[in-house]
């Protein structure tokens, strides 16, 4: 195999292993939500990169260029960024929520408290 | 004519409905606003019905742009199946559960509660009718996101950690879902379900289909609650307001495993399956699932929780089923799919009852209910017949018909084992209903009342369609064996 070849698809690969990580492993509840933006990013630039042709322009319709990189993955991706945007406010807002009800935002501490009443 | 935009309209009905009732205030109005949009889904969802039955499957294209470019809604005997179930339950518990919803849900957050409630059945009907895998994924995230939400609406200060809890684990599942997608397109250049069908056989074999294959199966296997990664679902289903719970365990994840079908089966086809060792894998986490969580339903303290792990079970008995990668395994997964829908409905209803009269749902509060509520302990017991899969019962042909598949291809000792959870749902179920009527009401316990005349209405509707279609099981199971048939034939 050839290294680093298409080395976009490493640098997806290595910051989706990385948010997963964080999510797994972190019990901080706010930078769990950091680490699943890093791994829903992951996916955005996966998608753009596979979508650019090398030399490729936007696709717009003109005769001095006949190269194009593909419209479609980067037009779903705006759609994937609205519904990250839309996970992080609302993963936000409900840590919020759990602040101000266990007045903590540590996993750990949370279960222990749960395990409480 | 309108009859020609139905399937557009299934879809916008309730996701109007959302931004409507978000404006609304009062409790009342909302409530009644909400149950409008939804009936009048559920109408739609029926005239979906009788236009599939006689003209056959129907094909709309979003903004007259033609597939395979444009987004096109596909609705066939296997959606409508789902169109009616996720309409019919959604009527059921808004009809049913007004009071319940006004004792659980703060009248200032009312409306934005039907909102929620509206946009969550306005995305598992779009999860349902779309044929194309992106736009499904907008659907999946519309629908998961008012879930969060709602389930972070319980009165328990743990429903917030149980929400979030929900929310990283279906996020990732979702974005695992997307990944798949992405490689799909990668080596087809397509969205379009039935287009994608056509094009994967040639590519078939490269090793990034398979990878696509793998990230699909494991996203929506989270969605669904696949024994393994299904950590996020007893805790949702135990702290969600009650009427959440019994619309979630209706229908959420048996969409979720209706998506599972259409793309593992629709797209990939059958033969994914047999050539590899995947099935042997679906069949082992699915005899996982019957048994381990069969066991853990067993030790719950509270009822709630109790059928959560009790769902799992029975999503367990529908990969086993899946796995079987037979024409009889698919027809007794999509059975099972359906009366597990109506069954667990009817028994959440049933809690949302008790919870309503008594503030909680733990083991011990059943003591005796059956002479305080007779007409809610007897849908509960008839639905808790069915799980078991006692003749008479839809529970009785899907579990036969799961025997028969089984006995076919793998023999004498699946089918021991398909026998054995059965039993084990006997041992957590029979607890509760022996409690109801066997014993009696602690004394000095308050006096309480029957559940109020509409919940015991739409919980006996979904008793009384589960006794019909169990009677008149030719029905269903032809329905089901059709159903089948196309999902498998769509690959020649």
């Known amino acids: ?93 409900l840590l919020v929520r759990i602040q101000a009800a266990f007045g903590t935002v540590d996993e750990e501490a949370i279960k222990a408290l749960e395990r409480e009443t | 004519m309108i009859s020609t935009h139905l399937p557009i309209l299934q879809v916008l009905v309730p996701l109007l409905a959302a931004p409507v009732l978000a404006l609304l205030r009062g409790r009342t109005l909302s409530y009644l606003v909400a149950t409008g949009f939804v009936v009048v889904a559920f109408l739609i969802a029926i005239g979906l019905t009788i236009q599939v039955v006689h003209t056959g499957a129907v094909s709309y294209a979003i903004g007259n742009w033609a597939p395979p470019l444009g987004i096109e809604y596909r609705i066939d005997e296997l959606t409508v199946i789902m169109l009616l179930m996720v309409t019919g339950i959604a009527s059921a518990v808004l009809i049913g559960g007004g009071q319940s919803i006004a004792v659980e849900i703060p009248e200032r957050r009312a409306p934005l509660f039907f909102a929620l409630f509206c946009l969550n059945v306005a995305g598992l009907i779009g999860m349902t009718v779309t044929g194309d895998v992106f736009n499904l994924f907008v659907f999946l995230e519309i629908s998961s996101l008012s879930t969060y939400a709602l389930v972070a609406m319980g009165r328990d200060r743990r429903a917030l950690t149980a929400a979030y809890q929900y929310l990283v684990i279906g996020t990732v599942g979702a974005t695992f879902y997307v990944i798949g997608v992405g490689l799909l397109y990668m080596m087809t250049g397509t969205l379009n379900m039935a287009d994608l069908t056509a094009r994967v056989s040639g590519v078939e074999s490269t090793l990034t289909i398979k990878t696509a294959l793998a990230f699909l199966f494991i996203g929506l296997g989270v969605k669904l609650g696949m024994m393994p990664v299904h950590f996020w679902l007893p805790n949702a289903y135990a702290q969600a307001p009650s009427t959440v719970s019994a619309f979630l365990a209706g229908t959420a994840t048996k969409v979720a495993v209706y998506v599972m079908l259409r793309i593992v089966f629709g797209i990939f086809g059958i033969g994914i399956f047999t050539s590899s060792y995947l099935a042997d894998v679906v069949i082992a986490l699915g005899i996982f699932a019957m048994v381990a969580a069969s066991v853990s339903a067993i030790f719950q303290s509270d009822a709630k929780r109790l059928l959560a792990y009790s769902s799992l079970a029975q999503i367990g008995y529908i990969l086993f089923a899946l796995g079987l990668a037979t024409e ?7 059975l099972h799919l359906f009366n597990h829908g109506l069954m667990k409905a009817t028994l959440f209803l049933a809690l949302t009852a008790v919870a309503l009269r008594l503030g909680r749902t733990r ?24 799980l078991v899969g006692v003749p008479l019962t839809i529970g009785f042909v899907s579990k036969w018909y799961l025997l028969a598949a089984a006995f076919d291809r793998d023999g004498v000792l699946v089918a021991a084992v398909i026998l054995g959870s059965s039993l084990l749902a006997l041992l957590y179920l029979w607890p509760l209903v022996e409690r109801a009527y066997f014993r009696k009401r602690p004394a000095g316990a308050p006096e309480i009342e029957e559940a109020p005349l509409a919940l015991i209405l739409a919980m006996w509707a979904l008793v009384a369609v589960n006794v019909f279609l169990g009677v008149n099981s030719q029905f269903t199971v032809n329905l089901a064996a059709n159903a089948a048939r196309h999902l498998i034939g769509a690959v020649p």
């Open chain 2, 328 to 334: 009889a395994g698919l027809t007794a997964a999509i």
């Open chain 1, 1 to 93: 195999m050839e290294f680093p070849g298409l080395y976009n698809y490493w640098i997806a690969m290595v910051l989706m292993m990385m948010g997963l990580y964080i999510v797994i492993t972190d019990p901080n509840m706010v930078k769990k939500i950091v680490g699943l933006s890093i791994f829903q990013v992951s996916v955005f630039v996966f998608y753009i990169s596979m979508a650019k042709v090398r030399g490729g322009t936007a696709p717009i319709l003109d005769d001095r260029f006949t190269v194009y990189s593909n419209p479609l993955p980067h037009v779903l991706i705006l759609t994937a960024i609205v519904v990250g945007i839309a996970t992080t406010a609302l993963a936000l807002a």
């Open chain 2, 363 to 386: 083991l011990e509060d059943f003591d005796g209910l059956a002479q305080a509520m007779p007409a809610t302990m007897l849908a509960f017991a008839v639905a808790a017949l069915s």
